[in-house]
């Protein structure tokens, strides 16, 4: 169950839009229950659907269309690598290569002390900082050299 905390804040989002559409607060309400969560097992997805009056399989294709929603356990830190061409071209497959050397596993995996979880990433809109990162959804991290990953990993750790 969701707390009335999380509750509270649907329905700031669900006020945004007339009484008969209340389903198109959808993406901010996953994003509650995912920040109360951690992440959004098919119960939780059933209780937003629920509260916002619609089908579960709708909820759950807003989840698992966008990658920043998690339908499954992640660790403490997920670590977004954009991957895509711009990136790429400037050391983001080199950065991401050079992140699952350091952490010991790949794309999709999570480390097995539960802290970090990488995934490639879609574009993240800062092609000219690339190589580009983004932390738990929230923190952006730009031209990340070898040396700047070391360094976000100690401060994480």
Known sequence: MLSSESLKKIDREVAKFPAEQKQSAVMAALAIAQTEKG???????????????????????????????NVKPVGQ??????????CALSGGDQAGEYMKGKLGIGYKQTTTDGKFTLIEGECMGACGDAPVMLVNNNRMCSFMSNEKIDALLAELK
Do not use: H, R
């Open 39 to 69: 992440w959004l097992s098919p119960d939780t997805l059933q209780e937003v659907a629920d509260y916002l009056g619609m089908p579960a399989i709708a909820a759950q294709e807003v989840a698992t269309f966008y990658n920043m929603y």
């Open 77 to 86: 830190y997920k670590i977004s690598v954009c991957t895509n061409l711009p």
